[in-house]
């Protein structure tokens, strides 16, 4: 099948075209897979919520409009579907300093000794002791970090993304940071972050 | 931006390498489609359904509406000849 573009794909998709359902997912498999790595829960599959991602898009697809870009529609639907699962996903131990690998221990230890930027070598621990924080965390607050700090996306973006407003957003970014600091301090045993 | 410890971790995530491998795993296209498919079967019968059972509703309020109706004129017409009947038969 000849490339078509994604205007004529997305009318054939409406008209449950398989081989322009395969175009279109083959398009979008990497922004939805970024997405969900982003924001994937803990006890889900990136490959699952993937799946869950496509189908809602596919059943949806009558409902879009056009009038925004396809990449934000399908952006909200990733992230609403992380979203969803995340709250499915109600328990959230308490995380314990002996709970953390050597990397995020060494992140910890370093943190306290430095205000200068963190070796790039600390980078994969440091992201994995975010994830480990940012899952005792209510689902929005998750996600407004996520978004806002580790993405480094814009408020414009985020409010694209939420369908929040801006005040809202920086709201929300605001307390989600003063509880990731209580997280933090509450590990640590260190008031001074 | 204060160089806090909390900034210094999330700029440290930020920029923590990301798994690069973007490739489809084997079957995914299928599962998905296959599953969407069965959706929108089952929407069109959900949508079957319910117009079955709509015009089974209406069907059933029109035969009792007529059924009603068909009552009280077939007992209108016997009140009307037992009238006459009496009429004829009283002296």
Known sequence: MPETSTEACLKLVRDHDEQAARELMAQLYPLVLKLVRAHLPHRSSEEDLCQMTFI?????????????????????????????QIKAEKSRPELRLADLSEGESRVVENLASTTDELPSSDRNSAKELIDRLLGQMKPQDRLILNLLHIEERTIEEIKALTGWNSALVKVRAFRARQKLKALYTQLTGRTHL | MKNDRLNLLLRAAARAEQTSDETMPFGFETRVIAQWKRNSGENSLALFRRALACACAVVLASFALSYHTLESSQSTELAIADTAMEANFTP
Do not use: M
């Open chain 1, 56 to 84: 809602k898009i596919f059943n949806n697809i009558d409902q879009y409009s056009g009038k925004v870009p396809l990449e934000h529609w399908v952006s909200r639907i990733a992230i609403n579907t992380c979203l969803n």
